[in-house]
């Protein structure tokens, strides 16, 4: 018998009425379902959900960058349903619900894998905490705090010291998350790349750098003070000092996520970050 998982934001209450939609679809499609929320249980249920053929994400971006997170390791594909805002990573829309329903059922979907980012951090030499995400890790001053010094160096050759807010790595598919908002280029998420980009920074010669997927970021953290810290997707960090030392590369395990039809990267990005299509040219 096939099984799906649905995963449920239920702190959005249009996320807790698709899933009753999605519930009765899939019940008249006689397929098996194995409901989880995304914020309470799915730590816990992770390891009952390996047999399941993908799972569906009710919620925002927010929604499905933390079960990825979660699912990573279990190599689950995740379909987006966008129970959000943007959902700039959500492949389908609650108008569409009914349509992918039928489109998963007949198989008729490919998978498309994303690369993933293993963080570091390091003090007096020693390992602190280790993080994996699918969008970025950032180095970031507090809210009251001054500007901070990265030195950044790819595969310990020095690249730049950085006197900013901050400085993200960021992977293809976090090309359009925060490091956008900083002035870094949009990468096609196939590519097996990542970006460095600073936040803010104070000088006019700084610019965004994109390495090759394989290469390995080193950042060392100078400041006069302590308010400072790793957030990996905007959602989960690490407090750091300075003197801390943070590597990004490349993890072994991917984000696989479920695609639908034909529609291509730049048509989701002039849809989403310009709120219309363009009609196609003769």
């Known amino acids: 018998?096939?099984?799906?998982?649905?995963v449920v934001n239920q702190e959005k209450p249009r996320a807790v009425e698709l899933k009753q939609r999605?519930?009765?679809?899939?019940d008249s499609e006689q397929v098996g379902t194995i409901c989880v929320d995304s914020h309470r249980q799915l730590t816990e249920e992770a390891s009952r959900l390996d047999s399941?053929?993908?799972?569906?994400?009710l919620g925002g971006d927010g929604t499905l960058l933390g079960v990825a997170r979660h699912l990573a390791e279990y190599h689950i594909p995740l379909l987006g349903i966008n129970a959000g805002q943007l959902g700039f990573l959500a492949e389908a829309e609650p108008t569409d619900l009914e349509a992918a329903v039928r489109s998963i059922i007949?198989?008729?979907?490919?998978?498309?894998r994303r690369v993933m980012l293993e963080s570091a951090v390091y003090r007096n030499g020693q390992l602190v905490d280790k993080l994996l995400g699918l969008n970025d890790s950032g180095i970031a001053k507090g809210s009251f705090g001054r500007m901070v010094t990265v030195e950044v160096y790819?595969?310990?050759v020095f690249l730049d010291a950085y006197s900013a807010d901050g400085v993200i790595v960021s992977s293809p598919t976090?090309?359009?998350a925060y490091s956008l908002s900083c002035g870094g280029p949009i990468v096609i998420p196939h590519l097996q790349v990542m970006l460095v980009t600073p936040i803010c920074p104070h000088t006019l010669m700084s610019r965004p750098c994109v390495i090759d997927g394989d290469q390995q970021v080193r950042m060392v953290v100078h400041a006069s003070h302590d308010d400072l810290g790793l957030t990996v997707d905007g959602q989960v960090g690490v407090r750091l000092l300075p003197g801390d030392v943070v590597t990004v590369k490349k993890s072994n395990v991917e984000?696989?996520?479920?695609?639908l039809g034909d529609r291509d990267f730049f048509s989701v990005l002039r849809t989403k970050l310009h709120g219309h299509e363009t009609p196609a040219r003769s």
Do not use: P
């Not at 999605?22 to 899939?26: D, K």
């Not at 984000?255 to 695609?259: A, D, I, N, P, S």
């Open 154 to 156: 790819i595969d310990d």
């Open 255 to 259: 984000t696989t996520l479920v695609k």
């Open 1 to 6: 018998m096939r099984t799906f998982a649905l």
């Open 174 to 176: 976090g090309s359009t």
């Open 22 to 26: 999605l519930q009765t679809l899939l």
């Open 52 to 57: 399941v053929e993908l799972a569906f994400v």
């Open 106 to 112: 007949a198989g008729k979907y490919r998978l498309e």
